[in-house]
């Protein structure tokens, strides 16, 4: 098969199109990262530099693939509108339409758990549950709306299949268990004095759901489903052997969550000001430490025959293995 892969250099779209390739298929790539674009090239991955806000250029990449996966996101705690609105709205806005244009078989779209979260907690969430009204950040806003574009596409004939993988994690992160070891470090992982559940998913775990997308059948065209790794677990459970992996010291810093929070918003105020940087910490990262997420993975099961391979426990090794390697 022809392949596309959006988002090719980051995280999980690398993962993804080295496993297409592996399997045989002729896999392209779009990304902006040069460096990482060489590498796939030279393992014989086509990658084309493009900005996802270039409607011309993405729409050209669509050109002669059977299949589309949409892994391209700005996905950060922080950042500015116009920017989280140029990547997530207007990219998917400009794959569906390449998709559209060239008759690609199927497309798969990669949007996020996060446009589920509220000041709450909140388990065993289904992919059919009211969302709330008000998005958690801009993150999660613009994900909601991409998925709204896709919904549209879909009802317009687009052959489309969503995904919301929460927390994915394993060798290449470079997001969620790095920020929990640079704060361990810094000034101890906040403690909140309260038990949290939470769901993660080891990347080898979401790349088969995306390929169990493409084999899936037409009924499951036009819906959602959650992945994870169908282990809620305590998130001092996960710290705990995550730096038990590493032999590091687990350091926490109790503090309250109310003197947490308005110490996040006053670092978002000043980080708008022309000489602000990111915040240490956000409103919306504190709330991941603070409420209670885990998703229903019924749906993907029953009707993508997903079945996690990859324990946390296992996932967790691996990765330590591949920090200590790298850094």
């Not at 990219?91 to 339409?97: A, P, Q, W």
């Amino acid at each position: 098969m022809k392949v596309l892969v959006t988002g090719g250099t980051g995280f999980l779209g690398k993962a993804l199109a080295l496993r297409l390739l592996l399997e045989g298929h002729q896999v392209t790539t779009v990304g902006r990262n040069e460096v990482v674009g060489k590498e796939l090239g030279r393992l014989g991955i086509r990658f084309i530099k493009a900005d996802l806000a270039d409607e011309l250029a993405i729409v050209e990449t669509c050109r002669g693939q059977d299949y589309v996966f949409h892994c391209a996101a700005l996905a950060s705690p922080w950042g500015r509108y116009q920017e989280f609105y140029n990547s997530n709205v207007l990219g998917t806005k400009h794959v569906v339409l390449g998709c559209q244009c060239y008759n690609v078989r199927r497309m798969v779209h990669v949007s996020t758990p996060s446009i589920y979260m509220e000041w709450r907690d909140r388990q065993q969430i289904k992919e059919n549950e009211v969302l709330p009204e008000k998005s958690i950040n801009t993150y999660a806003k613009t994900k909601r709306l991409a998925e709204n574009i896709v919904d549209d596409a879909w009802r317009k004939g687009l052959p489309v299949i969503t995904i919301r993988p929460r927390g994915i994690f394993g060798p290449g992160d470079h997001t969620i268990f790095p920020r929990l070891i640079r704060a361990n470090d810094s000034k101890g992982i906040p403690d909140f004095g309260k038990s949290v559940i939470t769901d993660i998913t080891y990347i080898d775990n979401v790349v088969d759901a995306l390929l169990l997308c493409i084999a899936a059948p037409e009924t499951s065209v036009g819906k959602k489903y959650n992945i994870t790794n169908g282990e809620p677990i305590r998130l001092q459970t996960l710290l705990e052997e995550l730096f038990e992996k590493f032999r590091y010291p687990l350091r926490f810093r109790r503090v309250p969550f109310s003197l947490a929070y308005c110490a996040a918003a006053l670092a978002e105020l000043y980080a708008v000001l022309p000489w602000g940087g990111e915040p240490e910490i956000t409103r919306y990262g504190l709330g991941v430490l603070y409420y209670s997420q885990t998703l229903d993975i019924t749906a993907a099961r029953r009707e993508l025959g997903y079945d996690p391979r990859i324990s946390i426990s296992e996932g967790i090794g691996q990765f330590a293995d591949w920090w200590r390697k790298k850094f």
